[in-house]
């Protein structure tokens, strides 16, 4: 706006605690599952042994004699749930297994659910169900009998004839990389309690999209979606694997409403391995092509992904891939590999970490080709125009962090040669890699209200999935009306709210800033007309492009004011609440429509007018033990760049956070499958690794200013998935240089490294 009045003073960029932050530390906080209410019902699943075939029988009568068994539900008596058609996307169906039976489609498919008086007793009752089975042998993943391949789409991104580009280039490279099977293993556990009142259904489930959820089970229940409430205020850890519906939710819900009093279920570590999603392995082919100078002309990616038999889940992040750099000339290809296992989905930046990992890989192996510096290979092929599609970039400051975080690492006094740096008993490898996470805006609405006394509240069915989603929404509307923070309340995951986006692709603080922004703005332009027009207050007669917002009064340049209390009062009225809805350029227009029906509609990345991401650049040292091959990560630099930063404080926390499980995905997580029974077999978190303290010793973080106006009203990138996004392929890298052994599978193992 053009007459906006001055700005209040920022709030925004200061490192403001959490707003949560006490309720957490003292467990005030009341997640999904521990609310309390009476006449509780517990539930435990019982889930099929097998991984394909055909449930030839329940026996039931054993369990069913266990004092305070309640009922035991299974595919024969819950007939009456309706089948949705399997839509990757947030808020809907996560798999098109939801039936209990006859057709196993995956191990751990939730075959029975027990439901009793105590836990003790419904546990007790479900280890008691005895299902029968027709077993077929079950495919378990790339290479094994019996799985089916497709292509993942019609088009993948392509520029020029890359082919001949190769053929012509002076120096190629072509390599093949895996990426593991990958559980969330949030903290929180897959939990949903469902209370009925009447007709009306209230479901207490952590979720990363509330009105997804909410319209989803009401299709599933066949019933009026205005008749489900959805409240999820705090969420113990989700990356994307609460982002949609899993069967489990209409089961509960259609207990509680056959038992008639509210059913709970916590689904124990182990399902949630199968009765949710996960990332699935991928394996990536890549040719390289350079010029003797380092011009890189030519860039090929095949992948290849997991999903389950039924479903084509796919991440497919050439998409992102061929945005990175240079590359002159572009072939792309991504398949997805049919086995019996559940169906993958979301988890933490989904397309750009094994796509990124590979591609990040394949560029450290050309820079070694060519005898040249890693960040310089990347300098001679930034990019400012697209190479697939002509688009410019909103903004990049990618070197920027390069040579901010080379500089803080001390890159320049790394020796270039594999094995040439050594301490004592330990060799020494330093390695770097880019990070990227593509700015995605989804169709918000909120509603501010300010009050008299100044005090202001924020309404947004968004998520705060432990982000700091609260405090920065909080942050953003107290900046914009000019009150102190500790005057903002925030309330944020129910499905009674105005719709908020999926908390998924790193788009809440994004989306709900402009929203909230929007809505502030239009609270803000009727105080100050209101003082200016009134007859007989301090500010009569002065233009409302003269008055500004400031501390819970209007003020005009020459200091004259008029408390909020007072302006109110002529204006008639006991709040001034506003609703705005943040539509991104880009999103169809009916999307607000859309997102009140449960469709998660997001923008952004590669897909506006311009190509938007935030971007960083990682550093890591190894140390590789010359003997035992023990390989430790001792420090970790990154700088990066995601537009305005709203909070220094949470997005640290999100960006030290992410190179921690960077790490983790380079070194530790790993799902193992048994291949002849497609199970999984470490699925719990004492045997599936992930880094410790003591794993972690240093992680520096530098945020890159950036003013990004074009990506959006708030000028933010989104953090939350940028971060772990590098570290994997610098960590590859710096084991390279220490060794001289290029891995290419993740993780990296003692064992690979033993000579
Ligand atoms: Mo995040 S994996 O986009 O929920």
Known sequence: MSTAAPEPKANMGRPAPRLDARLKVTGEARYPSDMPFGNLAH??????????????????????????????????????????????????????????????????????????????????????????????????????DGVTEEPAGKEFPKAGDAEAALASADVTIEAEYGTPTQHHNAIELFTTTCLWDGDRLTIHEPSQFVYGLKNAVAKRLDMDPAKVRVVSPFVGGAFGAKAQMTPRTALVAFAAKALGRPVKLVASRDQGFTIATYRAETRHRIKLGARRDGKIVAYTHEGREVTSRPDAYKVAGVADTVRLYDFGTVATKVSVVHADRNTPGFMRSPPVVPYVYALESAVDELAVKLG???????????????????????????????????????????????????????????????????????????????????????????HDIGTGAYTVIGQQAAERLGVPLAAVS??????????????????????????????????????????????????????????????GRAVASDGAAESVTDVMKRLGTAALEEYAE????????????????GKAVLTGGPHG???MYALGAEFVEVRIHARTREVRVPRAVGAFAGGRIMNPRTAHSQLMGGMIWGIGSALHEATEIDPREARYINDDIAEYLIPVNADVPSIEVIMVPEEDAEVNPAGVKGLGELANVGTAAAIANAVYHATGKRIRDLPIRIEDLLA
């Open 490 to 551: 925030v309330d944020l995951g129910d499905s009674e709210l105005p719709p908020g986006p999926v908390a998924g692709g790193s788009n809440t603080t994004a989306s709900v800033c402009s929203a909230v922004i929007m809505a502030c703005d239009a609270i803000r332009e009727k105080l100050l007309r209101a003082a200016s027009t009134a007859n007989d207050g301090p500010l009569a007669g002065r233009a409302p492009g003269e008055l500004s917002f400031t501390d």
């Open 43 to 144: 539930a435990v699943l019982v889930t099929s042994t097998i991984a394909r075939g055909r449930l030839t029988g329940i026996e039931t009568g054993v369990a069913r004699a266990v004092p305070g068994v309640l009922e035991i539900f299974t595919a024969e008596s819950t007939t009456s749930l309706k089948h949705l058609d399997y839509v990757p996307g947030g808020g809907g169906p996560s798999t098109s297994v939801q039936e209990l039976g006859p057709q196993i489609a995956h191990d751990g498919q939730i075959i029975a659910m027990v439901v009793a008086e105590t836990l003790e007793a419904a546990r007790e009752a479900a280890h008691a169900v005895r299902p029968s089975y027709a077993r077929e042998n079950p495919s378990a993943t790339f290479g094994s």
């Open 582 to 597: 943040y539509l991104p350029p880009g999103v169809p227009r009916d999307s607000m429509r859309q997102v009140y029906g």
């Open 372 to 462: 040249m510096d890693p960040v310089e290979l990347r300098r001679i092929n930034d990019v400012t125009k697209d190479t697939v599609s002509g688009k410019a970039w909103s903004s990049r400051s990618l070197m920027t962090c390069y040579d901010e975080a080379a500089a803080a690492f001390g890159w320049s006094k790394r020796s270039p040669a594999p094995g040439s740096m050594r301490d004592g008993d330990w060799l020494i490898g330093w390695g770097c890699a880019t990070a990227c996470y593509p700015t995605h805006l989804g169709a918000t609405a909120a509603r501010v209200r300010l009050l008299p006394s100044g005090e202001v509240r924020v309404q947004v069915a968004a």
């Open 609 to 611: 007018d311009k190509i």
